[in-house]
């Protein structure tokens, strides 16, 4: 405080010396009411209290949904791997089969996108990006590629069975391999040759540090501040381009309609079925395939729908972002889809159990 109060005199031009008066009347005549604690003097306590401060403001501020979007992708990686084991163990492939075919490449996506989650859980804990733009491109590309592959790979399953149950259609074995091998190599040329193309040129081209929430830092207080950067925040980029704001738009409509479409179509055949064999329904395997492809459905509706029906309001409310960052991470549980295959076994194992 002291020097606090040589300075106000200095850039009051005062040349006249300063009274020799008690430190509490200095403090009283300013209206200042110290705050140090008795056991210190004002020299031990000035000077780490402002370090403190200058420390605090280089925080990065957008770290509040950090632990919850860190419990959800450490749930994400945990039990998705899980899954994927022991799908890869059990699953009998039958290469005559779309839909066998489809849940291969399901598995196959939900491994690529599971080896880019350690890489989100570490930034989520240190909050803070060092690994380049180039890979947080990636990183962040990855959950919309997961997303969108995905969600046409549930559809293929969904429409498959669909068309199959209304249709009463056998299954034709003829071109049936030549089919499923077509529609993956396409799946997966896009993805290889399109998708990088966009990351590169398109995507997170307004990629920003974070700085100091003080625009007014200078010296080493700058230099600490750049050095914290943040990933995972390119919705400038919706902002930018009109064409990405329709874009956006178009998708997030025809995701949420489709989603529903399917869902009450397939809700329709259990009812069917239900009206069919009434309780005897439970002991009929059709049955249990479709309730395994509502299973499909569900898993649609819980983590597709509230993401784009958010992302509709989002387009329009950019500052929204880290909240966005949240509804998007919901997607990623689509990982643990295929814990519903050895659901299914289990509900069939105790459902003869009971019978018996």
Excluded at 57 to 81: E, N
Excluded at 283 to 310: D, E, G, T
Aim: aromatic share 14%; with cysteine; proline share 3%.
């Amino acid at each position: 405080m002291l020097t606090l109060i040589s300075l106000f005199f200095f850039h009051h031009k005062t040349t006249s010396p300063l009274p020799q008066l008690p430190l509490q009347s200095k403090m009283s005549s300013f209206n200042v009411t110290p705050t140090m604690p008795s056991n210190l003097t004002s020299n031990s306590t000035v000077i780490p209290l402002l370090k403190v401060e200058s420390v605090t403001s280089r925080v990065p501020a957008h770290t509040q949904y950090h632990m919850v979007l860190l419990f959800i992708y450490s749930v994400v990686l945990l039990s998705g791997s899980f899954g994927l084991s022991l799908m890869v163990r059990n699953l009998q492939t039958n290469i005559r089969s779309i839909t066998t075919i489809a849940v291969l490449n399901l598995i196959f996506t939900h491994f690529l996108f599971l080896v880019t989650v350690p890489f989100r859980i570490y930034y989520y804990t240190t909050h803070q990006w060092a690994l380049g733009l180039g890979w947080c491109k990636t990183v962040s590309g990855m959950i919309h590629i997961h997303m969108y592959v995905s969600f046409v790979l549930y559809v293929v399953i969904l429409f498959t069975r669909l068309l199959t149950f209304y249709h009463k259609a056998e299954q034709v074995e003829v071109y049936r391999r030549l089919h499923a091998l077509i529609m993956s190599a396409a799946l997966w040329l896009v993805v290889i040759i399109i998708v990088p193309c966009v990351l590169h040129f398109l995507y997170g081209q307004q990629y920003d540090h974070i700085k100091d929430t003080h625009n007014n830092m200078s010296g080493h207080e700058a230099s600490d501040a750049s050095s914290y950067t943040h990933c995972f925040q390119f919705g400038s980029n919706i902002e930018r381009e009109y064409a990405a704001k329709v874009f956006n738009y178009v998708i997030s409509i025809l995701i949420i309609v489709v989603t529903i479409i399917l869902t009450a179509l397939q809700a329709n055949v259990l009812l069917i079925l239900y009206r069919k064999y009434g309780r005897g329904c439970m002991s009929q395997q059709i049955f249990w395939a479709q309730v395994k492809s509502l299973c499909f459905a569900l898993i649609m509706v819980v983590c597709f729908l509230p993401y784009h029906m958010f992302r509709l309001y989002y387009i329009e409310h950019l500052d929204l972002q880290d909240i966005n960052e949240v509804f998007l991470s919901m997607t990623t549980l689509t990982c643990l889809d295929m814990l519903t295959f050895v659901g299914r076994g289990t509900c069939r194992m105790c459902y003869q159990g009971q019978r018996a």
